[in-house]
């Protein structure tokens, strides 16, 4: 549930920042409108696919894990993977910074 909430939130602020840059071409109002009816026709059925796709992922990982190193090191083991992989997009999102560039060298 936290890697679903977390992808989803990412790609709802991308399309969100995508948007505003659109904002100036229409009235206030309508692209207020228009906006939420996007973000609700594209996040609601990204959300219900991502959890089931999240716990598809967490089974295999479970089934894996089994045979290395006990029954939920595979689940341990994608969590921290998805984790890594969604702070790299949420730095570049929010900071503008590549995460792993950071972590190697210790600087922006």
């Not at 990412?10 to 995508?18: D, E, R, V």
């Not at 921290?80 to 190697?104: E, P, S």
């Amino acid at each position: 549930m936290t890697l679903t909430i977390l992808t989803v939130n990412l790609i709802a602020t991308s399309i969100t920042a995508y948007m505003i840059s659109y904002k100036n071409h229409y009235k206030p109002i309508a692209f207020t409108f228009l906006g939420m009816a996007v973000t609700v026709v594209i996040l609601y059925p990204l959300f219900a696919k991502l959890e089931s796709w999240v716990k598809d992922i967490s089974l295999r990982a479970v089934r894996s894990g089994k045979s290395f190193g006990g029954k939920y090191f595979g689940l341990l083991l994608t969590f921290l993977i998805a984790m890594t992989v969604l702070c790299y997009f949420y730095g570049k999102l929010w900071y503008h910074v590549d995460f792993f560039q950071v972590i190697i060298h210790g600087r922006k």
